[in-house]
């Protein structure tokens, strides 16, 4: 790239201005999360109500199950950032939602909590180390900042596009994640 040429949406200077207040922690590691959320919520939009026990394939998860765990993810950056660790399979299944509204409604108060609790932490706080177990035994163990990107966000893209793939199957419009879709 020549030295006067300009990508959309890149910044004319790299110089950070002396006056320029210092990013946050969250916006220093994880400055992608509120596009994916943005994107994720265009998803659960895009729920066609009614349609739950449908699945692709016996061994698939039904869409109501799939989408409630779209919904829900980002609870579990919350429970790396307010707790020291987590025991698999402790916590109760949540019940399928089954419509836009539902799944909005859950997805927009999850992402508060989890939101606040961002907002809330420092850098110090994000290396210190978390663990998941399964009774003595560790399952996965790193920092937190690490966890939030495996636990929550590589996670919750991953299912996203799950449920990208049946709604296509579905004929529901598929929105775009990084750009246009073919609906789009």
Avoid at 15 to 29: E, F, N
Avoid at 47 to 53: A, H, L
Wanted: hydrophobic letters at 40%.
């Amino acid at each position: 790239m020549s030295r006067g040429c300009v990508t959309a949406g890149a910044p004319t200077s790299t110089k950070r201005s002396m006056t320029t207040s210092p990013l946050s922690p969250a916006d220093l590691l994880f400055g992608d999360f509120p596009a994916e959320y943005a994107t994720t919520r265009r998803f659960l939009e895009r729920y066609p109500d009614g349609k739950g026990d449908w699945r692709p394939h016996a061994r698939s998860r039904q869409l109501a199950p799939l989408a409630t765990h779209v919904a829900d993810i980002v609870n579990r950056g919350t429970v790396v950032i307010e707790n020291e660790g987590m025991e698999v399979g402790v916590r109760a299944p949540l019940a399928p939602l089954d419509s836009a509204s539902d799944l909005l409604a859950y997805y927009d108060g999850s992402l508060a909590r989890f939101k606040a609790a961002l907002a809330g932490t420092n850098l110090d706080h994000l290396a210190q180390s978390w663990a998941l177990r399964h009774g003595e035994r560790i399952m996965m163990q790193h920092p937190r900042r690490v966890l939030l990107r495996l636990m929550m966000m590589s996670h919750l893209v991953h299912h996203r596009a799950q449920l990208g793939v049946y709604y296509r199957l579905l004929e529901v419009p598929v929105p775009g994640s990084y750009g246009p879709s073919a609906d789009e």
